[in-house]
């Protein structure tokens, strides 16, 4: 009932930038918390950003001051501002997405499908 789609990855030289976004549709009640993960090859899944639904962020010290979560309520979206990229952030990037589908419902964790960031050196 609810679909996250990821668009915005590809391939970027060092020292550019991307923006990376997730829409939710579907059967939404409410949304939580809004974050991105990321999971390079061979390499756990980190928590890369959060944003909350008072628009506090937080964010991976690797990232900090590089990258810039962001939310617009109004269109369910969360959005990844990426700057200064190095070849260590290449990875799949995955929105969450923290739902209450009805008011019945608990809220619950969806995941985008994820999108490749390829950063060249």
């Known amino acids: 009932q609810v679909q996250l789609v990821e668009s915005g990855g590809g391939l970027v030289q060092a020292g550019g930038s991307l923006t990376l976004s997730c829409a939710a549709s579907?059967?939404?009640?409410?949304?939580?918390?809004m974050n991105w993960y990321r999971q390079a090859s061979g390499k756990q899944r980190e928590l890369v950003a959060i944003?909350?639904?008072?628009?506090?962020?937080n964010y991976a010290d690797s990232v900090k001051g590089r990258f810039t979560i962001s939310r617009d309520n109004a269109k369910n979206t969360v959005y990844l501002q990426m700057n200064s990229l190095k070849p260590d952030d290449t990875a799949v990037y995955y929105c969450?997405?923290?739902?209450?589908?009805?008011?019945?419902?608990?809220?619950?964790?969806?995941w985008g499908q994820g999108t490749q960031v390829t950063v060249s050196s």
């Open positions: 969450n997405v923290v739902i209450q589908t009805t008011r019945f419902r608990l809220y619950e964790n969806y």
């Open positions: 579907g059967s939404i009640f409410s949304i939580g918390d």
């Open positions: 944003i909350n639904s008072g628009g506090s962020t």
